[in-house]
């Protein structure tokens, strides 16, 4: 019975590792991706602001989540109480270290966290950007004739 409960910590250890570099992989490629809104909207790219409201609200409630996430984070980055088998010994600390290491789901929280800030400063830049245009494109205008 007790090998059982090893073999189930062993396995979701591994699950958990997995889906920890799962995490990782989708946080550098939405931090990429993060960083070339932020360098087109400091060039001039633009998004109407009804749009960009709703963009900003879908990434603060992202940010919600993930503040949510915080005391589960403190709990992964703490090596699980597997006993004191030699396997356990060895995968409790492997799990911990998943959770903490520089491709762990910590820090993939953290730079989601940190890119989604970045998200929301480039939606608010790529509207005042469409504002601008707006304002230039009406003053180019010709006026209508005066009745």
Do not use: W
Not at 18 to 27: F, M
Not at 87 to 100: H, I, R, S, Y
Not at 110 to 123: E, G
């Amino acid at each position: 019975m007790a090998g059982e409960g090893l073999m189930d910590g062993v396995a979701q250890a591994v699950q958990d590792a997995a889906r920890a570099a799962e995490i990782a992989v989708q946080s550098a490629q939405i931090q990429a991706s993060a960083q070339k809104l932020a360098t087109n909207a400091g060039t001039g790219f633009h998004i109407e602001p009804e749009a960009a409201a709703t963009l900003i609200k879908s990434c603060m409630t992202s940010l919600d989540e993930l503040n949510g996430l915080r005391a589960h984070v403190m709990t992964v980055s703490q090596a699980p109480k597997l006993g004191q088998t030699p396997g356990a010994n060895v995968v409790a600390p492997f799990t911990q270290q998943v959770a903490t290491d520089p491709q762990g789901i910590s820090q993939a929280i953290t730079n989601l966290t940190q890119t989604l800030q970045d998200m929301i400063k480039a939606y608010h830049q790529a509207s005042t950007n469409y504002a601008e245009t707006e304002a230039i494109i009406q003053s180019s205008l010709p006026k209508p004739p005066s009745p």
